[in-house]
């Protein structure tokens, strides 16, 4: 790709962004968007900042080998914590919260009929992940269960966009008591740069550029703080002008009676980098937003050394 994206340092207002104490990561599926949450997971934590990973994957981020229990903080590392977030288990954790009686939740909330009915309400899953999330980012939660960073590895675009659209919703239609009091506190932390960054991912593709774009215009039109974008799975350049073989001698080559076996890997990488550089400049111009890029990380598994070099990319560009 080009000096922009990849072997450059990250900005240090950038990097700074990072490490505020509510960053959330959205983005397409498959665009890579749980492994940056885990990087900047252990980003924070490296940094001696307590930081929660907020997710609804069952797979253990940090231990590959193992399952998250759903609704439970389990410690990871020195200053990390995992998350897996459950609707469930965040309502009830709020209702007992509000009622202060567990005989009355037991009551209420234990019938599986009146359950089903909660389900069905639309948004308040999302609503129930969100408040929980942010709840342990908030300056009025006591200290105990405060962290310093919380990254919240949203759902999928559409779905992730919604949940950070509730607050301001909910602040807007319901009238006066805790709810709307809450639901304004959110909205307060989403939409302040200083304590909230909103993070897209995107694989270089037409259909999931396209789709980052008007997340990021969505994004922007709702106030959120969107420092940077960050482009997953780039190719870098394997072909250079004076490079024995270079990109136009592979594409001479094709034309010959019998093309030698690389010129047909060089070609296609070659078409690759161009279609992806397409893509970039589309993305650029698209959310007027800085880029950094990710390349094809060659590490078996979501492990730690994977991570390492996702973590090392974002922040330095060049592998560690």
């Known amino acids: 790709m080009d000096a922009a994206t990849l072997g450059t340092p990250l900005a240090p207002h950038l990097a700074d962004a990072l490490c505020r104490p509510f960053v959330a990561v959205v983005g397409k599926g498959g665009s890579g968007r749980t492994l940056l949450a885990a990087a900047l997971a252990q980003h924070n934590a490296r940094r001696q900042r307590r930081t929660l990973l907020c997710t609804q994957s069952a797979r253990h981020p940090f231990r590959i080998e193992q399952t998250l229990p759903p609704g439970r903080i389990e410690d990871c590392e020195p200053h990390l914590s995992v998350l897996r977030s459950s609707p469930r288990h965040a309502r009830d954790e709020y209702v007992l919260q509000v009622l202060k009686s567990p005989k009355l939740y037991r009551l209420f909330f234990t019938n599986r009929h009146i359950n089903h009915f909660f389900d069905a309400i639309p948004g308040l899953a999302e609503w129930a992940i969100l408040g929980k999330a942010t709840w342990h980012a908030l300056p009025s939660t ?62 270089l593709e037409t259909l999931a550029v396209n789709e980052t774009v008007e997340l990021v215009t969505e994004l922007k039109a709702h106030q959120f703080p969107t420092p940077l974008v960050v482009a997953n799975r780039v190719l870098d350049v394997l072909f250079h002008a004076g490079d024995t073989p270079c ?74």
């Open 142 to 203: 006591p200290k105990e269960e405060r962290y310093d960073t919380v990254i919240l590895d949203a759902p999928a675009t559409g779905h992730g966009l919604d949940m950070l659209k509730l607050s301001d919703v909910i602040a807007t239609t319901t009238p006066r008591g805790r709810i709307r009091t809450e639901a304004l506190e959110r909205t307060a932390l989403l939409r302040d740069p200083q304590r909230c960054a909103i993070i897209p991912t995107a694989l």
């Open 247 to 320: 990109s136009d001698e592979a594409l001479a080559h094709l034309t010959a009676p019998q093309p030698p076996p690389w010129a047909h890997a060089a070609a296609l990488q070659y078409k690759r980098h161009q279609e992806q550089r397409a893509q970039l400049d589309k993305l650029r111009a698209g959310t007027q937003l800085p880029i950094r890029a990710l390349p094809i990380i060659d590490v078996a598994g979501c492990t730690e050394s994977r991570l390492d070099a996702a973590q090392h990319f974002l922040l330095h560009g060049t592998p560690s």
